[in-house]
Nanobody
């Protein structure tokens, strides 16, 4: 069992930045990590993912060039740096762990992720 805790959410004005962190109670060094978000009234959607060693990263189109995912396996932490935030980025952000091998992952599907955090609220005001 793996317990994930997100932090770093909050209220920010459009154009601002936030850094989300996700810390795991267990080792994540062999696993892909992802960030998803769910806006009010919408389904949860993929935001970003990173493979086990950080060599491969994936982003949904709407955040490319603005968000950066990174990881520190020694600290069992994954970070999402969010710049140039827009009101449409407002959502609850969740981190997740995928324990399957990179060779079988598409990285963008919720069903691929086995453990989830409770989420952290990000609100971007216009």
């Amino acid at each position: 069992q793996m317990h994930l805790v997100e932090s770093g959410g909050g209220l920010v004005q459009a154009g601002g930045s936030l850094r989300l962190s996700c810390t795991s109670s267990g080792r994540i060094s062999s696993y892909a990590m992802g960030w998803f978000r769910q806006a009010p009234g919408k389904e949860r959607e993929f935001v970003a993912a990173i493979n086990w060693n950080g060599v491969r990263t994936f982003y949904t189109d709407s955040v490319k060039g603005r968000f950066t995912i990174s990881r520190d396996n020694a600290k069992s932490t994954v970070t999402l740096l969010m710049n140039s935030l827009k009101p449409e980025d407002t959502a609850v952000y969740y981190c997740a762990v995928a324990t399957s091998s990179d060779t079988v992952l598409k990285f963008v599907l919720e069903d691929e992720y086995d453990y989830w955090g409770q989420g952290t609220q990000v609100t971007v005001s216009s």
